[in-house]
């Protein structure tokens, strides 16, 4: 019985997942910020204030991040570093490779909307982004 509740349980999560289509790829252009890092245990840290964000450029599956730090007028400053980027699709499970002068890596896309972004990677880390909104004080 017990296997079977496990079993149901792992059906139930795996068809709730989003599935991420090519043209959901659009979606990673522009400025992410953290949110959340979800360990395989399930321990959450949460972060409330960033003094960094990622910037995003994506054009035919190829781009780059950028680190970018936001100021009070609406400009980012940044130094100039980009990781070079590669979606990758594997039978419809999409990645993002990155890759730089000091390695490649890359991150599976586990969620893609219009203001959220979920990224896993080999050790199961799970990053929940958030779209990000310029600093107001209206």
Do not use: A, H
Request: glycine share 4%.
């Amino acid at each position: 019985m017990k296997k079977l509740i496990v079993f149901f349980g792992i059906i139930l999560f795996v068809s709730c997942q989003q599935k991420i289509n090519q043209d959901d790829i659009v979606k990673l252009n522009g400025y992410w910020e953290i949110s959340s890092v979800t360990k395989i245990d399930g321990e959450k840290k949460e972060y409330k204030v960033n003094e960094t964000i990622d910037f995003f450029e994506i054009k035919n599956n190829i781009g780059f991040r950028q680190k970018v730090m936001p100021q009070f007028d609406g400009t980012f400053k940044t130094n100039d570093i980009k990781e070079s980027i590669k979606i990758i699709d594997s039978n419809k499970i999409y990645f993002i490779q990155y890759t730089t002068d000091y390695g490649k890596w890359k991150e599976q896309v586990i969620e893609l909307k219009d203001s959220t972004l979920v990224l896993k990677n080999k050790d199961n880390l799970q990053y929940t982004y958030k779209k990000f909104k310029p600093f107001s004080f209206k």
